[in-house]
T-cell receptor, first 117, second 114 residues
Framework: GAVVSQHPSRVICKSGTSVKIECRSL??????MFWYRQFPKKSLMLMAT?????????EQGVEKDKFLINHASLTLSTLTVTSAHPEDSSFYIC?????????????FGPGTRLTVL | AQSVTQLDSQVPVFEEAPVELRCNYS??????LFWYVQYPNQGLQLLLK??????LVKGINGFEAEFNKSQTSFHLRKPSVHISDTAEYFC????????????FGSGTRLSIRP
């Protein structure tokens, strides 16, 4: 149980285009989803927290107009990197937390490698 | 505010040797503690967690960790490592609050030599 998937696993795009990354909780309802960014050989940096049906809460320094987050259902959240540039190249990881007893625990997706040329 | 410190960025050990990955945290309130493992180009997998009760926590893949409140530590140990344990290990904390974020340490790269 508690499986989180991400799609795509890897994407290469040209500078200036937008890229959408999907995060799905496959066997539970995720009331809260988190989006992280990980630079090479670095730890995870929380970008934003999204609750189903409401606007995402962004961490300080993260541009909300650059990284659009939508959490339209209890099983799906999307991160759209708008007008991507090479500096946006990174490993993006989502996690999900359910409404049930284990409220403290997050389940992580496998990550999406974004390369912007 | 909470913080997590992993003092060792890299730990090289020989196969079948014991290993300890150190983690210290700082918090003025009670926290939950976690260790995650990340294999190359993959997401995070939970190794073990401390919520309450026994301070010695056993996890998957033969790992265990001990919560030491007086030293604010949560070191990860394994008595005998395998090549397959080569990965990045992250210590993390979160508050009891259901709305709390997970705070990650900077990670420790465990490399196993044959």
């Amino acid at each position: 149980g508690a499986v989180v998937s991400q799609h795509p696993s890897r994407v290469i795009c040209k500078s200036g285009t937008s890229v959408k990354i999907e995060c799905r909780s496959l066997d539970f309802q995720a009331t809260t989803m988190f989006w992280y960014r990980q630079f090479p050989k670095k730890s995870l940096m929380l970008m934003a927290t999204s609750n189903e049906g409401s606007k995402a809460t962004y961490e300080q320094g993260v541009e909300k107009d650059k990284f659009l987050i939508n959490h339209a259902s209890l099983t799906l959240s999307t991160l759209t990197v708008t007008s991507a540039h090479p500096e946006d190249s990174s490993f993006y990881i989502c996690s999900a937390r359910g409404a049930g007893g284990v409220k403290y625990e997050q389940f992580f997706g496998p990550g999406t490698r974004l390369t912007v040329l | 505010a909470q913080s997590v410190t992993q003092l060792d960025s890299q730990v090289p050990v020989f196969e079948e040797a014991p290993v300890e990955l150190r983690c210290n945290y700082s918090s003025s309130v009670s926290v939950y503690l976690f260790w995650y493992v990340q294999y190359p180009n993959q997401g995070l997998q939970l190794l073990l967690k401390y919520l309450s009760g026994s301070t010695l926590v056993k996890g998957i893949n033969g790992f265990e960790a001990e919560f030491n409140k007086s030293q604010t530590s949560f070191h990860l140990r394994k008595p005998s490592v395998h090549i397959s344990d080569t990965a990045e290990y992250f210590c993390a904390v979160t508050l009891y609050s259901s709305a709390s974020k997970i705070i990650f340490g900077s990670g420790t790269r465990l490399s196993i030599r044959p």
